[in-house]
């Protein structure tokens, strides 16, 4: 089992300690960090106390930093970009698997719903090239995807081609204008809103807008079908808190300030 | 009728059971580092065939009889600073037969550059020979504790706790 977790912690190194915590109160493998302010000093706080120590990996030009609880060695990039890195995870003993990290443009830069699927369709690619490379394709996408589940980049066939349940990315593929295109299966579209457990989303934004979502899931777990046995649906979780501290302001949303505008994702593989 | 395939080698194949090879411990003294420095800085070892002297005069590269196969190995001990882009620096070289554990010839990276074919024909001075293990240890002992080694190590240190990740794009 393979415990990982994604955070944009918003260039704030006070988070370093809330993920020493983290990483010892949950027993994460692999911490991927987008906006990382300073990767040698959360280096230095992750490894302050805790065991075992961790190692910083080679993030290349990407703007996702992650850090490993095992040697380095056994993640190794296959591509990199600056939105995106895709590593191979091979341990000793393990299902060998892709894993995946991206940090999407935001929409306050990018704004046209033809730019996002641009972005998409490129992470797309990439990915099914990796994957072609390598001859399997038992891959988990994270990241800040600056999109909402249900949106068209998000959903497309030639965009992540992400379905909202695990019966449909089952099939595999789908076949559009006669070309197929791999499913990636969604979880996030399970934790949407105030009835499911934890927050209604990941991150908090409103606006003045006549159509506002407030709460919008940018930060998600995509896995390719091939890896849907190893997935522990369960283990999904976006936490808002670790031991008695909590990442929300009193009106529960996201303590931007203190914290980060983002929360944490995490998630179990059994490989 | 299939024919059972007889094995020839002898029953008693086994690594030297008092030596440690220089690599292995080469790659203890490597994890240790790391431990020491919480990870801020790594140290990987690298082996590869190291190039047989050439003759001063000529062409003619000097071989073992058996022909083309390597005649040494070469084992280097980068240190890796993550947080500096993954740099890395060339602490030490240590290289022997490839056939043998000992004897191995041990240089500091910070002794001097590389020696000219004449010095590599006749010998470094700065070359130091370990015979045994002990011995081997007993030089890297003395080239981790050197006062260069030190400052080295420090000097990456205190970058690796200073250097921030590059400016993020705003578009982020």
């Known amino acids: ?271 | 009728m299939a024919t059972a395939v007889e094995d020839l080698w002898p029953a008693d194949i086994e690594s030297p059971p008092d030596q440690l090879a220089p690599i292995t411990i080469l790659k203890q003294q490597a994890a240790m580092l790391g431990r020491r420095t919480r990870n801020l800085l790594e140290a990987v070892v690298r082996t590869e065939d190291e190039d047989p002297p050439v003759a001063p005069l000529g062409d003619t590269t000097v071989r073992l009889p058996l022909g083309d196969q390597p005649v040494r190995l070469r084992h280097t001990l980068f240190l890796v600073a993550p947080a500096l882009n993954f740099y890395r620096y060339r602490l030490l070289e240590a290289s022997h037969a490839a056939v043998s554990l000992y004897p191995v010839t041990i240089r500091a990276g910070w002794e001097r550059h590389l020696p000219t074919v004449v010095e590599q024909m006749a010998g470094t001075p700065h070359t130091r020979s370990a015979s045994n293990e002990a011995e081997f240890k007993e030089v890297l002992r003395d080239i981790f504790a050197h006062e260069e080694t030190k400052r080295i190590i420090g000097s990456l240190l205190a970058q690796s706790g200073e250097q921030h990740s590059q400016i993020l794009d705003p578009s982020f």
């Open chain 1, 1 to 271: 089992m393979m415990r990982f977790l994604f955070w944009n912690i918003k260039k704030n190194s006070a988070v370093n300690e809330i993920l020493r915590e983290l990483a010892r109160h949950h027993g994460i493998d692999l911490l991927a960090i987008a906006e990382c302010p300073h990767e040698g000093q959360l280096l230095a706080a992750v490894n302050d106390v805790s065991e075992p120590l961790f190692h910083l990996t080679d993030s290349k030009r990407t703007r996702v930093s992650i850090y490993t609880a095992f040697p380095s060695e056994y993640l190794t990039s296959e591509y990199h970009d600056n939105t995106l890195t895709i590593r191979r995870l091979a341990l000793p003993g393990k299902v060998e698997i892709v894993f995946a990290a991206a940090h999407l443009p935001s929409k306050k830069y990018r704004p046209t719903p033809a730019d996002r699927h641009l972005i998409a369709q490129r992470v797309s690619e990439e990915i099914k090239r990796v994957e072609d490379r390598l001859g399997h394709s038992r891959t988990v996408l994270v990241g800040d995807m600056n999109m909402d589940p249900f949106e068209e980049a998000v959903v497309s066939a030639a965009g992540l081609h992400s379905a909202m349940t695990r019966g449909i990315a089952r099939k595999g593929s789908r076949e559009v204008f006669g070309k197929p295109y791999p499913f990636f299966y969604n979880p996030m579209w399970g934790r949407f809103g105030d009835t499911t457990s934890g927050p209604a989303g990941t991150y908090y934004w409103t606006g003045s807008r006549s159509v506002e979502y407030f709460w919008h899931t940018f930060d998600q777990v995509l896995v390719r079908p091939e890896l849907l046995d190893s997935f522990q649906a369960e283990s999904l979780r976006i936490l808002e808190g670790c031991g008695n501290m909590s990442f929300l302001r009193e009106s529960s949303i996201p303590d931007a300030g203190r914290v980060s505008d983002h929360l944490p994702v995490m998630f179990d593989l059994d490989i």
